[in-house]
């Protein structure tokens, strides 16, 4: 079973930038679709992003796209995902997850690291 | 606003039964895409519960049960116990957003 941790969360000023990452460990990721969830303080689970196994397929939730960028190294047996022109809304606590295969469910979760957007 | 919709909240006694149902449209549920369920405690990571409509995951107990048809799916909880207390999120794909969709979740309430 892979195991994931979150990092790169912290405080940043509304309009700042943010680079999380997502470290694999236990299985190679590499055939693996991986996601971004977020989850506001107090509210539900929102999706950010996803990028396939080679990176050929990525995409965004709305309210994400065009500030946002996923990416992944495999050979690192990582995930990344940048993040800018940061808004208040996008306080939340940020989930990387696998994907077994297309349109799969979120299988393994990280723990989270959470991004604070506040002056 | 979610894609999705679920009860915000559900309740019933220890051993009783709960439902939880989860509504799409033509764009995801309704189109023939499969529903996955989750399950989150206070303070942690959400987990799978129920994967392509039926199918529980190892680990998970056979009072968990899951059910889709057409554009609704549902989540069952027979023999409700005192554990079960936590949020549940069902989650589709949707291909006009081309992407995943969750439900706003739905909390269950023992009494």
């Known amino acids: 079973e892979v195991h994931l941790v979150e990092s790169g969360g912290g405080l940043v000023k509304p309009g700042g930038s943010l680079r999380l990452s997502c470290a694999a460990s236990?299985?190679?990721?590499?055939?693996?679709?991986l996601h971004w969830v977020r989850q506001a303080p107090g509210k539900g689970l929102d999706w950010v992003s996803s990028?396939?196994?080679?990176?050929?397929?990525?995409h965004y939730g709305d309210s994400v796209k065009g500030r946002f960028t996923i990416s992944r190294d495999n050979a690192g047996n990582s995930l990344y995902l940048q993040m800018k022109s940061l808004r208040a809304e996008d306080t939340a606590v940020y989930y990387c997850?696998?994907?077994?295969?297309?349109?799969?469910?979120?299988?393994?979760w990280g723990r989270g690291t959470l991004v604070t957007v506040s002056s | 606003q979610s894609v999705l919709t679920q009860p915000p909240s559900v309740s019933g006694a220890p051993g009783q039964r709960v439902t939880i149902s989860c509504t799409g449209s033509s764009s995801n549920t309704g189109a023939g895409y499969d529903v996955h369920w989750y399950v989150q405690f206070p303070g942690t990571a959400p987990k799978l519960l129920i994967y392509r409509n039926n199918n529980r995951p190892s680990g998970v107990p056979d009072r968990f049960s899951g059910s889709k048809s057409g554009t609704s799916a549902s989540l069952v909880i027979t023999g409700l116990q005192t554990e079960d207390e936590a949020d549940y999120y069902c989650q589709s794909y949707d291909r006009r957003l081309s992407g995943y969709v969750f439900g706003p979740g739905t909390r269950v309430i023992l009494l």
């Open positions: 990028i396939s196994a080679s990176s050929t397929y990525i």
């Open positions: 997850a696998t994907v077994g295969a297309e349109l799969a469910p979120l299988d393994s």
């Open positions: 236990g299985v190679s990721i590499s055939g693996y679709s």
